[in-house]
């Protein structure tokens, strides 16, 4: 069973700083591309950043130069550090990974539950 499980969101002032993290199980890491999206009340899912396996980065234009993405293989775990956030980074940040099951070949796409940013002003 897959599983990718975000911690790190909570309540932060505008201008401030959070670190979420991402942690897989049951995907092979090493082969797996990750995201994070987020999604505000009554918007669309967007992309917010995105790693290939290779260490590839990709930023959505809303938060360029304001947050790193990484990963570390050694704790199969992906990080978005955030900084100088704002009221409109405010949604429920979740987790994607496209990667392979142990002992399967094809490639599927998985969701974590989800954290909660809250940037107040």
């Known amino acids: 069973q897959v599983q990718l499980v975000e911690s790190g969101g909570g309540y932060v002032q505008s201008g401030g700083s959070l670190r979420l993290s991402c942690f897989t199980s049951?995907?092979?890491?090493?082969?797996?591309?990750m995201a994070w999206y987020r999604q505000a009340p009554g918007e669309q899912r967007e992309l917010v950043a995105e790693?290939?396996?290779?260490?590839?980065?990709n930023y959505g234009d809303s938060v360029k130069g304001r947050c790193a993405i990484s990963r570390d293989s050694t704790k199969r775990a992906m990080y978005l550090q955030m900084h100088s956030l704002k009221t409109e980074d405010t949604a429920v940040y979740f987790c994607?990974?496209?990667?392979?099951?142990?002992?399967?070949?094809?490639?599927?796409?998985?969701w974590g539950q989800g954290t909660q940013v809250t940037v107040s002003s």
């Open positions: 994607y990974a496209k990667g392979r099951r142990y002992g399967r070949s094809s490639y599927s796409s998985f």
């Open positions: 049951g995907i092979l890491f090493s082969t797996t591309d």
């Open positions: 790693i290939t396996s290779g260490g590839t980065t």
